[in-house]
T-cell receptor, first 115, second 112 residues
């Protein structure tokens, strides 16, 4: 069964500093990995995904994520945090294959960027 | 503007009421989903429709009844809900199941 873990409930970072939001996964085969962001009182917005290819994936709003197969991780990163990046971030995984479609989401990490 | 529109955004209903949540997607997708988001719990997939046929029903109580009249519209009919059903209900769509899912803004449901 596929699973995803976000080990930190909350991450605090000063504005202008680099940020990392951690995600590890467990899946049979090569995973499809996703990051979503949820601003207060809003739905989830797609940020980026890894299917295959380069381990470093670039996404919306200056975010990127690095796929590390040996560590089964897919951490979200941004070189310089903005106060407007404060939100709830969700990592998601699904198994590869045409018959697999269900995404498993992590519990979310609350990012607070301090001015 | 997410391409997936949900109405109403907020709904308060009594346990004996019947109400419906509506979702419309403008992305030309052929798969639609209902998710439930409760405080401090992972996102729960409730229903999946592909080409207007229900594919998944994750052991959801019968007081939740989905309807997908066409590939652009999805409804969630609510009847005799319980207070623990209070949550954010998210509609989503994708081009084929398993591809990137795009969410609506959600409908906040409070059952009193």
């Amino acid at each position: 069964a596929q699973s995803v873990a976000q080990p930190e409930d909350q991450v605090n970072v000063a504005e202008g500093n680099p940020l990392t939001v951690k995600c590890t996964y467990s899946v049979s085969g090569n995973p499809y990995l996703f990051w979503y962001v949820q601003y207060p009182n809003r739905g989830l917005q797609f940020l980026l995904k890894y299917i295959t290819g380069d381990n470093l994936v670039k996404g919306s709003y200056g975010f990127e994520a690095e796929f590390n197969k040996s560590q089964t991780s897919f951490h979200l990163k941004k070189p310089s945090a903005l106060v407007s990046d404060s939100a709830l971030y969700f990592c998601a995984v699904r198994e590869p294959g045409a018959g697999s479609y269900q995404l498993t989401f992590g519990k979310g990490t609350k990012l607070s960027v301090i001015p | 503007e997410t391409g997936v529109t949900q109405t109403p955004r907020h709904l308060v209903m009594g346990m004996t009421n019947k109400k419906s949540l509506k979702c419309e997607q403008h992305l030309g997708h052929n798969a639609m989903y209902w998710y439930k988001q409760s405080a401090k719990k992972p996102l729960e997939l409730m229903f999946v429709y592909s080409l207007e046929e229900r594919v998944e029903n994750n052991s959801v109580p019968s007081r939740f009844s989905p309807e997908c009249p066409n590939s652009s519209h999805l409804f969630l009919h609510l009847h005799t809900l319980q207070p623990e059903d209070s949550a954010l209900y998210l509609c989503a769509s994708s081009q084929d199941m398993g591809n990137t899912i795009y969410f609506g803004e959600g409908s906040w449901l409070t059952v009193v």
